[in-house]
């Protein structure tokens, strides 16, 4: 069985034999249909009024190259070429509907209907068309069942007809995933989302006969194709390891991942298996008092969970980097690394207020480029290694006993300079506004305290070369204060009126940069 969209180009070019396949699968009782009874009409007769039917048919199929108000035809066709099944797709008064929904007689009760409903809403949401209507019969069970599985709920009762609708995105992308996986899906379920303009992500729970998944379907300008085919190289590297995290899921259609066109906005699709461990949001959900396991956690295994990786991936070919590179923009949406970007938003956003500590954003702000330049002078030198790099509560996999056992969500992952990397993993950044203990010596000296701890466990299992050494104090001074939560939290406090705690961020800032210290 194959698909087919017959749209006004396609039909002008039909052949005859097209066109004949194409009445036959309407030709079923239409001289009932128009009054007419076979029993009181010679054969004479008869075959005069099915010729004059066929005729009228064929007008009104040739007529819709000019039809403004056609869109297309989905047309379902067995290996040799005969269709089995089609509807049409309309416009009336700026509304979208299926019509003419119809299964050969010989093909009855079988699904052929369904596939096309199935194939006419994927090619309308392609065309960016945002709800679907079709009007059934409200005598005709098999349609009403047909449009309900696949989530079609009825908007309007005209007695003998009912006007069904789709507009829920849930249910559309339903055979999108029963397409990609090849399989039907029992049930389908909205575990998160994110509908910002320029990052828009759904992520599901998918329940098969024989399997439970994680289907992702994610549109913004670093998920693509390509960089999930990598990222499938690394998520074997991490179970590899002793890292446990979810697989991909390979179709025999499309591989391991596939663009799809939804509301006119590109969407790449894949799916993975799902999670054997609750992550650490999970757990804090169900149990509060795990927070302080928790943070031991983070204090001892994630120093170790990055030793490890760094040194099981230094220096590993792979094509994309992740988002902490420094010097390097990490998706096309901005053309400079994150750490200047957000920097760069959040002094033009302060420069003309008044009220904010003038003398200390500027030495801020150029304190941060001065770094950089002593620092790019020998950046593309530093090691790299790949990582997942997107460590957080709602990523993290633990077991019972409070230990780190693998993650989830690899969209962010790529080659990172390993001591850049790690700074920003085991970086502290406070996000409640906590006033003047922000320039407290006891606040800035007890996470320095905390981070040299980590580092210590970290070099049990990663060696520093002298280069890496050499940058490391510069490093700490360019990432700590300038990442993009101490930045972003900045604007946020700015853009609610709360001017002191600015002001008291941006000398924590300077005093991070005035620190005299020595890691090594």
Same mark, same amino acid.
């Given at each position: ?60 199929? *040739?007529?819709?190259? *000019? ?80 449009? *309900? ?34 399989t039907k899906i029992l049930s389908l379920r909205l575990l998160n989302e994110r509908t910002q303009l320029d990052d828009i992500r759904f992520n599901y729970e998918i329940i098969t006969e024989s399997a439970k998944y994680v289907g992702k379907l994610h549109s913004n300008s670093f998920t693509k194709v390509n960089r999930l085919f990598e990222t499938a190289k690394l998520i074997n590297i991490y179970n590899d390891t002793g890292y446990f995290t979810p697989k991909y ?180 950044? *406070? ?90």
């Amino acid at each position: 069985m194959y698909i087919e969209y017959w749209d006004k180009l396609r039909i002008k070019a039909l052949s005859s034999q097209e066109k004949c396949d194409w009445f036959d699968v309407y030709n079923n009782g239409l001289l009932e249909d128009r009054g007419y009874s076979q029993k009181k009409l010679s054969i004479e007769e008869v075959l005069e009024i099915n010729k004059k039917i066929k005729n009228e048919y064929f007008e009104y199929l *040739e007529s819709l190259v *000019e039809d403004s108000n056609f869109q297309f035809y989905t047309v379902l066709k067995d290996d040799s070429k005969k269709i089995v099944s089609l509807s049409r797709l309309i416009k009336r008064d700026q509304v979208i509907y299926i019509a003419g929904l119809e299964t050969h007689r010989d093909f009855r009760r079988i699904g052929y209907a369904k596939q096309v409903l199935q194939a006419t809403i994927k090619k309308a949401f392609e065309e960016a068309y945002e709800s679907i209507h079709s009007v059934v019969r409200n005598w005709n069970i098999a349609s009403i069942k047909t449009h *309900e599985s696949l989530g079609f709920k009825v908007s309007e009762n005209k007695g003998d007809n009912l006007v069904y609708s789709l507009n829920n995105i849930n249910q559309i992308i339903k055979p999108i995933f029963e397409e990609f996986l090849d399989t039907k899906i029992l049930s389908l379920r909205l575990l998160n989302e994110r509908t910002q303009l320029d990052d828009i992500r759904f992520n599901y729970e998918i329940i098969t006969e024989s399997a439970k998944y994680v289907g992702k379907l994610h549109s913004n300008s670093f998920t693509k194709v390509n960089r999930l085919f990598e990222t499938a190289k690394l998520i074997n590297i991490y179970n590899d390891t002793g890292y446990f995290t979810p697989k991909y899921i390979v179709s025999i259609r499309f591989g391991i991942a596939h663009n799809y066109n939804i509301f006119g906005r590109i969407y790449c699709l894949w799916v993975e298996e799902y999670k054997s461990h609750l992550t650490i949001s999970e757990v804090l959900i169900k149990d509060a008092n795990a927070l302080k396991k928790i943070e031991k956690l983070k204090m001892t295994q994630v120093p170790e969970y990055i030793g490890k990786i760094a040194s099981f991936t230094k220096n590993l070919n792979y094509d994309t980097y992740g988002p902490y590179r420094l010097f390097q923009a990490f998706d096309t949406s901005s053309s400079v690394d994150e750490y200047e970007e957000y920097l760069s938003k959040a002094y033009n956003l302060l420069m003309n207020d008044i009220q904010i500590d003038m003398t200390t954003l500027q030495k801020v702000y150029k304190g941060f480029f001065k770094l950089r330049k002593h620092i790019k002078k020998r950046y593309s030198d530093l090691p790299y290694a790949v990582f997942q790099s997107d460590l957080q509560d709602d990523n993290v996999l633990i077991d019972e006993d409070y230990n780190f056992v693998g993650l989830i969500d690899f969209n962010l992952a790529g080659r990172e300079k390993v001591i850049t990397y790690l700074i920003n993993e085991l970086a502290y950044q *406070e996000l409640e506004s906590i006033h003047k203990f922000w320039v407290d010596d006891i606040y800035i000296n007890r996470y320095l305290d905390i981070f040299k701890e980590q580092l210590r466990i970290f070099q049990k299992f990663y060696q520093f070369n002298d280069l890496e050494k050499e940058l490391f104090t510069d490093l700490y001074k360019a990432i700590i204060p300038f990442k993009f939560y101490p930045l972003t939290e900045i604007i946020g406090h700015f853009k609610l009126g709360n001017i002191e705690e600015v002001n008291f961020r941006l000398k924590w800032m300077e005093k991070i940069l005035e620190l005299d210290i020595q890691f090594f």
